[in-house]
Structure formats: C-alpha cells, structure tokens
C-alpha cells in the first residue's frame, strides 16, 4: 500500500531516523548510569537524605 | 502474537509479581518513614533535606504515568515522529519549572504547599481559586490512574477491573499512609531505576529483532506521513502538550512538595535532570510503536501497542517486563498523588482554615487521614468503569494551563496583581474549555495559557501592586 505525502513535507531520512531512536535509548541508559552515580556519590558522604 | 482478548500474562505470574512487589514496597515504605525526627514536616516533606539522585528520581518517577507507557507508544503508533516528540516535550514542564523551584525555595524556607504560596502571595479570594482548579486536576488525575490500573492489569494479566485498582490503589496507600513522603521519595528511586533498566531492555531487544535501517525502510513505503517532520497536528499537539504539562508542574502540589523536600542546593539542577531523563521515556515507548507500525501488527486496542509489541518480540517475559513497568509507573504516581495532596488539604483547610491552633502532632494526624480519604474517594469515583480517560486529562488542561502566569509572575513580578490572577485563571479556565468543545480537545490548555497571559500582564500593568516578598517567609 503507497499512501500519498502531503506537498509540504519532510521526510527524516534513515540516518537521521537510525541517530533520533538510538539517542533516545541512550539517553534512557545514561540517566540510570547518571542516576546511580549521583547516588553513590551521595551516599559515601552521607547526603543521601 | 497473542490473542488481544487474551491476558498477555498468566495470572498466577501476574500475581506472583504483585506479592513481591507489593511486600517489597510497603517494607521498605514502613522503614523509610521510622527514618528522621517523626514531626509534621518530616512526615510531609522528608525532612526538607533530600539530596539530588532522589529528588531527580522522585520527579521523573512521579512523571511516568501508566499513560507513559502506554499511551506515547500509542501516540507514535498513529502519529509517529511527531507523537513520540509531542509526548516527550511534557518534559519541558519540569525543566523550565527549575528555575522557578529555586526562587520558591528562596522565597518560602518554610512553606509546606503551593496553597501557601497562593495565599500568601494573592490573599484568600485567589486561593479559593486556585483550589477548585487544582481540585478538579487531582481528582481526575487519581482516577485516570486508578481506573488505568483497574484497565491496564485486566488487559495485561486478566485481572478483573476492581480487583486491580483495589490492588494497585491499596499498595500506594499503604505505604505512604505508614511512611508520609520519606516512603514516597524513597520508592520513587527504586521505581524510576526500574522503570528505565526495563524499559531499555524492552526496546534494545526489539529493534535487535528489527533494526532501525528496516523500520525506517517500511515506514517509508507504507507510512510515510510518520516521518514527516512538517506534520501540522503534530506541531499543534506539541504546542499543547508543552502548555498543559507546565500547567501541571507550575500548579500542583506534587511538584511544590519536592520543591520544598529537597536541599537547596540541589533543587534546580533535580527539576532539569528529573526533566531529561524523563523525554528519554516517551521516545523510547513510542518507538516501540512505530516498530509496530512497520511489522504491520494487527491490534484490537491501540493503546495496548506496547505490551502486544513486547509479547510478541519476547514472550512471556516480554509481558511480565510490561507488567513491572506499568505496576511502578501507577503506584510512583499514585503516591505522590495521595501524600501531596493530602499534604496540601491538612495544610491549607485544616491547620491554616479550620484549625489554627492545632499541634505538630495533630497536623501529622490529618495529613494520614486526608492519604486514607483521598484513597477511599478515588476508589469510590473511579468503581464506575469509564473508558474513555484521554478526554479527562484533556479537560483539566484548560484549567491548569490557566494557572501558569498567576504562578510565574506571582514568584518574579512584585507588581503582578490579585485581582488579575483571579481573573487570569477564570478567563483563562473558560476560553480553554470553550476551545476544547467548539476546536479541538489539545486546542485547550493553549488557548487558556494565551488568554491568562493577556490578563494578567494587562491587569497588572494598569493596577500594579507593590508586594513585598519577605510576607512569603511565613513560619510553618
């Protein structure tokens, strides 16, 4: 099935596509990594609550 | 691929999962709350001392909602591009509150609520105000999540509706009722971390079944319009969820209770942190729509995208992944909904309107009693099974989308003046509800964020007011 595409558009190409997906699980794995080192930071000094 | 009329999980393994995790979190809950002093402000607010991996934790756990997970996959299943980046610009909501949560904590070293704040700074009239609307939120926003859990645990496991929302509900209940905020905040740390480990694992493993270059391929032959970066309604929808998710963080004591939990130090940069890690989610979620999209997945409910997806690319441990996922999201949102608002109903009516002259002690009493109230009327409101929850949630951005300018230039503008934040909210309130009947239902919270701004710099500016911002630093 071909669905048409309105005149005004911009279709994000593959790379494009590949770099916005990949970046956003990425940056799911970095905030837990981020996440659990401000905690162990925290912890060693007492400062956690 | 699993029938959809079916459970994606067996109940056994669904309640199995439910035990553990419910022992765990009232354990650690029960625990957590014997910590500190044992007053009114440890109960309500932590001990004022939290440091940033939980207040960055408690925010983003707090802002991952059963409609995170289910309800951005949705979005980028029928919108695409467009609705995963809509969905994650709900984010913005707690990044551009950060710098507003430092003046507060500057402002009201002792403050308890967002009520406060609105009396203090606009007298009783705005209050009054400012309370219907955030009352109509809170109790919509608790029973979009109680019957989201009554919903989402049928659907995934065959629960029936009332024992899951009874489950659920009852869980976040009694952990907070036992340990107050501590127990709330130090959950919401667990959560979160689960939420995102489970949710990475989720998606790594999709697209290592089906890679990127290949969904994008499909995508383009069959659905190019997800791809367009120039999608109008896209553009729109973002606009809106932009607007009413900073209604929703600049008003809601869920987030005022964090401002005041957590150090000083550390407040500004948990509300930008709390922020990105949180647009990080609904990428995520409604990426995995959009694999759906491309595989050409056959699906009865469409908001039941992501645990179809996860079933059929992992199994049965795709759908008990599914399970943690949603049982955290409901019950860290749950519990920061009953102890904040309990919180600003013991604040605000009880100690500051009816009972003055009431102990620390009795405080902490009502605020307990306030979490069991607000239980039991969520439960009751939500027993009736609606369906239809997204226009709910629509309905109350127009009003909070209203509070927005009261709130920002209440915090930085001496001359913003009473009058016109009250009739900032109850214009902004109705033209947002006038545009959600007669335009569209995401047309609401801009309008009523437009309109409130026009007030309140208008009314303001010709009737200023010479506030003097030592009044906020009321005693608690």
């Not at chain 2, 913005?92 to 402002?107: D, E, N, T, Y």
């Not at chain 2, 608790?142 to 995934?156: C, E, F, H, P």
């Not at chain 2, 001359?415 to 016109?420: G, K, T, V």
Request: aromatic share 12%; glycine share 8%; with cysteine.
């Amino acid at each position: 099935m071909n669905v048409a595409v309105p005149m005004v558009a911009t279709l994000i190409d593959s790379t494009w596509f590949t770099i916005v997906l990949a970046g956003s699980q990425l940056a799911l794995v970095m905030s837990v990594v981020v996440l659990l080192a401000i905690w162990w930071v925290e912890w060693r000094h007492g400062r956690v609550w | 691929m699993p029938d959809s009329a079916a459970p994606f999980l067996q109940p056994g393994v669904a309640w199995a999962l439910v035990v553990v995790f419910a022992v765990l979190w009232i354990a650690l809950g029960i625990a957590w709350g014997r910590r500190g002093k044992g007053d009114a402000d440890d109960y309500m607010l932590a001990g004022r001392n939290i440091g940033l991996a939980l207040s960055t934790a408690t925010l983003m756990a707090s802002w991952v909602t059963g409609n995170t997970t289910l309800l951005a996959p949705e979005f980028g299943y029928k919108t695409g591009l467009w609705g995963m980046f809509s969905y994650a610009l709900a984010g913005l909501g707690l990044i551009l509150f950060a710098p507003l949560a430092l003046r507060i904590k500057q402002l009201m070293p002792f403050g308890r609520t967002s009520g406060d704040f609105i009396r203090l700074r606009y007298g009783r009239p705005a209050w009054c105000v400012f309370m219907v609307i955030t009352a109509v939120y809170t109790l919509g926003f608790l029973m979009t999540q109680a019957m989201g859990a009554g919903l989402l645990l049928q659907a995934l496991s065959g629960f029936d509706y009332h024992v899951g929302m009874v489950v659920v509900l009852g869980v976040a209940t009694l952990y907070t009722l036992f340990g107050g905020m501590r127990a709330v905040i130090g959950t919401d740390f667990i959560q979160s971390l689960l939420i995102m480990v489970l949710l990475a694992v989720v998606a790594v493993l999709a697209f290592r079944q089906f890679p990127m270059p290949e969904v994008h391929a499909a995508l383009s032959l069959e659905h190019p319009d997800r791809l367009d970066l120039l999608l109008p309604a896209g553009l729109l929808i973002a606009w809106n969820s932009a607007l009413f998710s900073m209604g929703e963080v600049f008003h809601n004591n869920i987030w005022w209770s964090r401002v005041f939990a957590s150090r000083r130090s550390v407040v500004m940069t948990s509300f930008v942190l709390g922020g990105l890690a949180w647009m990080s989610v609904p990428m995520v979620t409604g990426s995995i729509g959009l694999v759906a999209l491309a595989r050409n997945l056959e699906l009865d409910q469409i908001n039941m995208v992501f645990p179809v997806m996860a079933a059929d690319l992992l199994g049965a441990g795709g759908a008990a992944l599914v399970f943690v996922v949603v049982f955290a999201s409901l019950t860290s949102t749950l519990d920061s909904l009953l102890a904040s608002t309990a919180d600003l109903l013991a604040e605000d009516v009880y100690f500051k309107l009816l009972r003055p002259q009431a102990t620390d002690l009795q405080l902490k009493q009502a605020a307990r009693l306030m979490v069991l109230g607000l239980a039991v009327v969520t439960l009751a409101l939500s027993w009736p099974r609606l369906d239809s929850l997204a226009s709910v949630l629509f309905f109350t951005g127009a009003l909070v989308a209203s509070t927005v300018w009261p709130v920002a230039c209440g915090l930085y503008w001496r001359m913003a003046n009473r009058r016109a934040a009250i009739i900032a909210m109850l214009s902004g309130s109705a033209v947002g509800l006038t545009a959600y009947g007669l335009i569209a239902p995401y047309c609401a919270a801009v309008f009523s964020a437009a309109v409130s701004a026009l007030v309140m710099v208008v009314g303001s500016q010709c009737w200023p007011e010479r506030f003097d911002f030592a009044l906020l630093k009321e005693e608690a």
